[in-house]
């Protein structure tokens, strides 16, 4: 198994499945611009492919990409050169005086750190709280319960030179999405194969809407990135504002 978006998956990802990113990208431009975040740093976590990245830089803002894979950076860098990226997890990655911070595709959830298992969302708000500017914003969105179905469901995808296929599940006990991911290549006049297993951890809304109160945060949910990207059934974005006048953060809830 691959720790996590090698080469072949890293390409097909980007060639195949960015068109959330493209589809969010006009919306949540939208969002920031209204938030009064029009210009300066946007943190991007778990940046992937550079996707998001590069509408950003086009926008005029400043971009520092984070990701834990080295394959997905190396195509970033090459979509978006004016802005920076890091090799790193989300989970201790520095985080720099920033205007914005996002975190697209369920990417919070993600177990490619095994940390990520623990749930442990209030100390990443916390930090993300301390590393915004007053009025800065974090946007994100999760994977909730009912995002998958409990019995396997399989389905496969195909390029020019690529085949995906992906079997996927949701366990409601353990709270945990699964994808279990094979790619074949096409590599001279054979085929490659590669196999990922990816986990994502299931986040109740209401709880991390609590943690995010709990960081300091004014939150709400949101039901799409504009018009351009509504979540479906399971799924759930937020919009999270630093208040610009300091007040006393809410209790924490059950999971932080």
């Known amino acids: 198994m691959a720790e996590g978006y090698g080469p072949d998956l890293a390409r097909v990802h980007d060639e195949g499945f960015g068109g959330f990113a493209r589809a969010a990208a006009p919306g949540l431009l939208r969002l920031l611009e209204r938030a009064g975040v029009r210009d300066g740093l946007v943190v991007d976590l778990g940046c992937g492919s550079g996707i998001w990245a590069e509408d950003l830089v086009a926008r005029g803002y400043d971009v520092l990409g984070v990701d834990l894979s080295a394959d997905l950076l190396r195509i970033a860098r090459r979509r978006a050169p004016q802005a920076r990226f890091v090799e790193a997890s989300f989970l201790d990655a520095d985080l720099p005086r920033c205007r914005a911070v996002t975190a697209l595709g369920e990417v919070l959830g993600y177990a490619l750190d095994p940390r990520v298992r623990r749930r442990r969302?209030?100390?990443?708000?916390?930090?993300?709280?301390?590393?915004?500017?007053?009025?800065?914003?974090?946007?994100?969105?999760?994977?909730?319960?009912?995002?998958?179905?409990?019995?396997?469901?399989?389905?496969?995808?195909?390029?020019?030179?690529?085949?995906?296929?992906?079997?996927?599940?949701?366990?409601?006990?353990?709270?945990?999405?699964?994808?279990?991911?094979?790619?074949?290549?096409?590599?001279?006049?054979?085929?490659?194969?590669?196999?990922?297993?990816?986990?994502?951890?299931?986040?109740?809304?209401?709880?991390?809407?609590?943690?995010?109160?709990?960081?300091?945060?004014?939150?709400r949910r949101l039901r799409g990135y504009g018009s351009g990207w509504r979540f479906p059934r399971g799924w759930t974005g937020f919009a999270a504002v630093k208040p610009r006048s300091p007040r006393r953060p809410a209790p924490a809830r059950g999971g932080a």
């Open 121 to 219: 969302r209030l100390p990443l708000f916390r930090r993300v709280h301390a590393a915004l500017e007053p009025g800065g914003v974090l946007v994100f969105d999760l994977a909730g319960p009912g995002r998958e179905r409990t019995t396997p469901r399989r389905t496969w995808h195909e390029g020019d030179d690529w085949l995906l296929c992906m079997e996927a599940w949701e366990d409601a006990e353990a709270r945990t999405l699964t994808r279990r991911i094979t790619v074949f290549a096409q590599a001279g006049r054979g085929w490659r194969r590669s196999d990922e297993e990816h986990v994502v951890c299931l986040h109740d809304p209401e709880d991390v809407l609590a943690d995010l109160a709990a960081a300091g945060f004014d939150a």
